[in-house]
């Protein structure tokens, strides 16, 4: 149905920046919240950005401050990752399908969690 196909993956020093990309194959994203998952081993799959389709965006609160989602052209999704902390170490996931709890968009109280995603890249933040 929707092809997710994420880039920008890598290592750095802490405090260092990456950049990921998420393509949608043959799906407009501006069209679709769309958003970010983050898994560290050992630890459950967690939200950490979103942007909803008039650009309004949300971050979980460990990155909040830190990373900076956003849209270029109708098919790609970027996440801005600055001062990065080795306890940013995950396989991150672009993601759709949002779904809010707890408030609406531009609530900071809200949450919000995917129903979909792609495979993941790798990123490794070193002491």
């Known amino acids: 149905q929707v092809q997710l196909q994420e880039s920008g993956g890598g290592s750095v020093q802490s405090g260092g920046s990456l950049r990921l990309s998420c393509v949608a194959a043959r799906y407009p994203a501006a069209y679709y919240c769309m958003g970010w998952l983050r898994q560290a081993p050992g630890k459950e799959r967690e939200a950490v950005a979103a942007?909803?389709?008039?650009?309004?965006t949300w971050y979980a609160e460990p990155v909040e401050g830190r990373f900076a989602i956003s849209r270029d052209r109708a098919k790609t999704v970027h996440l801005q990752m600055n001062s990065l902390k080795p306890d940013d170490t995950a396989v991150y996931y672009c993601a759709t399908d949002c779904d809010v709890y707890d408030g609406i968009w531009g609530d900071p109280e809200m949450r919000v969690e995917f129903g979909r995603w792609g495979q993941g890249t790798q990123v490794t933040v070193s002491s």
């Open positions: 942007i909803d389709t008039d650009g309004i």
